[in-house]
Every structure is written in C-alpha cells, then in structure tokens.
C-alpha cells in the first residue's frame, strides 16, 4: 500500500443521522487543522459528492455544533452513487477540489461507499461508526447508541407513569433496525417485563406466560420492549397477538420511531466522537487506508471496513441473562 501526501481531506456524513456526527466532524476538522490541512465538508453525503456540494471549512463552521444532534453536513442516501458511473463523477468533483482523502461517518451503508471509492480509485478512507444500531464490529460502540439508549429510556420511563395509573400493559417499539442493542440497552435500564430482540425468537405463548405470572404477583405496570425488525414481529403485531391470549389487559402500542435519532448528543458520546474524529486524521497521516476507527476498551483501533461491516456483532449473551433475571 503507497503511502500518499495528503493535504486536503474531506469530510462527509451519510444515512440515517445519530446524535454526536456534529461532534465527530468537528474533531476531524479541528484535528485537521492542528496538522496544517485544508478541510473541506461535503454536504448531503455521497450525494453532494456527485452534485459537487463542498466547501471548504473554517473555525466559525464548526463553532457550537458540538452539543448539537443531527449533522450540519446534512445526510442524504444516494441511489446514483450505487452505479459506476455516479462513482466516477463523484471522484472527478473530488480530484477537482483537490482532495487527497475523505472521512466518512455513518453506517454500514455509507462505510461500504467508502470502501468501493478506495477500491476502484485509490481514494483514502477512514469510516467513523455514526449510528444509533450499534451494529458495527470493531468498535465497543457506535457514535450515537448511548444518546439513542439514554432517549428511548427517558420515553419509557414517562410511559411507565401512564402504565402504572391505569393498570396498563404497554408495548413500546424501539429502533434498531436488525440488531438488539438499544431493545436490550434501554430494557434493562428501564426495569422492563420482557425484551424481544432480533437475535432471540420468543413464542407469545411464553410472553403471555411470563405475563400472567408478574399479573399474579400484582406488578404494577407492565412493559415490553420490541425492537424493530424482530423475528417474532413489530411491537403492533405482537399486541395484537398477546391480546387474545390476554382479552382482560388493556392493551397499548407505543412505537418512539425517529425520536431516537434526535437531541442533543450525551457526554459519552461527544467523548467517543471527539477521540474517534481526531483517530480519523491521525489514521490517515499514518497511512492507514480503507479502515473504520473504533474504540474497543478505551483505546482506538482501526478495522478493515470489509470487516467491520461484515462480521456480525453480537448482543451480550450476559445482558440477556441479566435482563431476564431482572424481570422475573
């Protein structure tokens, strides 16, 4: 692998937006600037690659954007971007700006463009995990998943006081896509009767189960956490299911949806952003190509991007364990 002069990299977020990409570009930028180079922010994601959308950045771009969720960049999927020949245009845009490297932040989505840009044009390229699924390997956790966790408890928490005055069982869906991480996460963390993730079929039979006895040791409220994209169905479905078994509870369907992406980012996750951001320019001085940093035990490693998007990462056999002991 040749080892390339760079001097100008740019900086571009794509897919769905998590809570710390304003920081983790603002690390980048700042980084960039503390080694001399010239930074430049690509907005709408692989989008505004091809329309030609960048800008090179100053100090007053990304003043005050720490604290902020979302990403000032913008983020947008990009259908054209999927053929060659959206590629090509988007690497001539890049080589007219005279950008040497990009930093791309998202999921696995935009990690694999990253990939496929360095593959077929050499262009250099760090991948940050920016998503709220927590679903990347090669890092402890994703750019987003703590804020996303520390929401969707909040929200059930204030659904806990409804549940709690009305005798009610609620199903409360969460965000995820196919993984169970925020499910797990904000299950545990919100004293929840059962947790149905991806990773695990549960058959309703034993929901309803597990439900008829916390009813006869008189608990006083009842939620079940679903993540989206379960095998067993979306929280609607499995209330619908649960209800004829249970015709006697009031039955209600809570689904937090996008609420998830927003607010501002927590304080873990301006820290991972910050740190992962200057790993980004760092990685890329140091010659390291067509890589994902991550943090893994307080200390930053970079993952092939193959890797990284490929290999399946696993919900903590011993959270579930935790989780259903806690709800018994």
């Known amino acids: 692998m040749e080892l390339k002069t760079i001097k100008k990299i740019g900086v571009l977020t794509s897919g769905g937006d998590s809570p710390g990409m304003n920081a983790a570009i603002r690390a980048a930028v700042r980084a960039g600037f503390y080694y001399n180079l010239e930074m430049y922010g690509v907005y709408r994601g692989y989008e505004g690659l091809i329309q030609n959308d960048i800008k090179k950045l100053h100090s007053g771009d990304i003043a005050h954007v720490l604290e902020r969720g979302g990403t000032f960049l913008k983020s947008a999927r990009s259908a054209e971007f999927r053929t060659p020949e959206g590629r090509k245009k988007a690497y001539d845009n890049l080589r007219s700006h005279g950008i040497d490297a990009l930093i791309v932040i998202g999921g696995d989505g935009s990690l694999t463009g990253a990939h496929l840009f360095y593959k077929e044009f050499g262009i ?70 059962a947790i149905l993730i991806p990773e695990k079929k549960i058959a309703v039979e034993n929901l309803v189960e597990k439900l008829k006895v916390r009813t006869k040791a008189k608990k006083a409220s009842n939620i079940v956490i679903v993540a989206e994209g379960g095998k067993s169905g979306g929280a609607a479905e499995i209330a619908e299911k649960v209800k004829k078994h249970l015709p006697y509870y009031d039955i209600k369907v809570t689904i937090l949806g996008h609420l998830q992406r927003g607010g501002a980012p927590s304080s873990y996750d301006r820290l991972l952003a910050s740190k992962l951001g200057v790993a980004a320019v760092e990685g890329l001085l140091q010659g390291k190509y067509d890589v994902m940093a991550g943090l893994i035990n307080h200390k930053v490693v970079y993952t092939p991007i193959k890797r990284a998007i490929v290999d399946d990462k696993e919900v903590d056999e011993d959270d579930f364990r935790v989780a259903k002991i806690l709800s018994t």
Do not use: Q, W, Y
């Open 124 to 193: 250099p390229a760090v991948g940050l995990p920016g998503t709220i699924d927590n679903d990347l390997s090669g890092t402890d956790s994703t750019i987003g998943f703590d804020t996303a966790c520390n929401t969707a408890i909040e929200a059930i928490d204030k659904i806990r006081d409804t549940a709690t005055s009305h005798d009610r069982l609620f199903f409360v869906e969460v965000m995820g896509r196919d993984a169970g991480f925020i499910a797990i996460n904000a299950g545990i963390g919100s004293a929840a009767a």
